[in-house]
């Protein structure tokens, strides 16, 4: 029960090489492409990491709080990504120096020129976001590491009390998730469209966050089966990783469709301007990809059971998936900023990068901690799930 996870050297070369094609793609789209590209691909990929990383750590407050059995031998895993918050809150202080060139409302002469960005200014200026941004990071990364501390110690002395912390804490943490996520990515990414509203937007970045981070855990947990490291991970297990990622599709189809259908019927011109660009332009196949990759093929492939039971498939819809919350992320930035639909290298880099970068840091932290939180009050229901 106190096995840790030891990292290969093969393992970490692989990270160390990808972290480096990560940097000289982005080195390269500085000087290759404009700078606006450049700063949109940063943005993009420290957004979609971050997301993973705090829709894995809601999944984890959320087995707290429900006091779920099943999920008890895989808490490990999310605790594991909390240490990226304090990469992703770094990433995100460099982004800083690039947001004249991405976010319209930076500028005094613009907001000066614009009533709207007039209105919008005691929300939408500098100081503010900066002081949001180190409040968010601060908030997030007290409560997860303060839940990651308690389950540590729980192993050591067991019983409930760290137990119940523990579910305290996860309660605050879903709160504070729930408000502040919201506001970071209409900070970070609806801002991006200053002039543009929607108030369903930022309710499907949360839904996004949550589908995909359980898509990590799953994917991690399947990978470390096959290391020999969960034994115990039974089909039953997979599917229940399963049924997450199936009902989350559905939710998230719910989200995108609400949104596109009301600003379609309504056919408000300050609400159609988001779209305009997306489905009448040469974002078009972008547009109806993103809800395929993220709906259909998830809906269609995990309603077989034997599908959803079968970790090598169910690790395949992993991978489909993640190229579908980076055609999301894409399609909300991109067009924003006036960008050409162009994949080159340096998009590719720049996520390999940013991919290398969250799988050494996960990798690292959960080898330097028990694997299994062995003192878990339900950690025999969850030993003894069906196989």
Partial sequence: MD???QLSGKFKMIMYIMIALGVISVIAGFYTENETRAWANLLLNNYYFLSVAMGALFWMALQAVTQS?????YLRIPQAMSNYLIVSFVLFAFMFFGLHDLYHWSHADAVAADPLLQ?????????????????FFGLWIFLTFRI???????????????FNKIEFNSKVFIFVFAFSFSLFSIDWLMSLDAHWYSTIYVVKKFIMAFFHGVTVIAA???????????????????????????????????????QYLLIWYANIPEETIYYVPREMG????????????????????????RVAKNENLVLFAVLVLAVGQWVELYMSIMPSLDLKNAISFVEVGTFIGFAGLFGLVTGLSLSKMPLIAKNHPYLIESLAEEH
């Avoid at 059995?69 to 031998?73: D, F, I, L, V």
């Avoid at 209105?119 to 409040?135: C, G, S, T, V």
């Avoid at 040469?282 to 059971?305: R, S």
């Fill in 282 to 305: 040469e974002y078009k196949t972008m547009f109806y990809t993103e809800l395929l990759v993220n709906w259909a093929f998830p809906f269609l492939f995990l309603m077989w059971n």
């Fill in 119 to 135: 209105h919008k200014e005691p929300y939408l200026n500098i100081p503010f976001f900066a002081l949001r941004y180190i409040l």
């Fill in 69 to 73: 059995g099943w999920s008890a031998a």
């Fill in 148 to 162: 990651k501390k308690l389950s540590l110690n729980e192993d050591k002395l067991g019983g409930l009390t760290f």
């Fill in 3 to 5: 096995k840790k996870v």
């Fill in 220 to 258: 991690i947990a399947i990978i470390l089966r096959k290391m020999g490291y969960l034994p115990m991970l039974s089909k039953e297990h997979i599917a229940n990783f399963s049924r997450y990622i199936f009902a989350l599709s559905i939710i998230w189809a719910y989200m995108w469709l609400s």
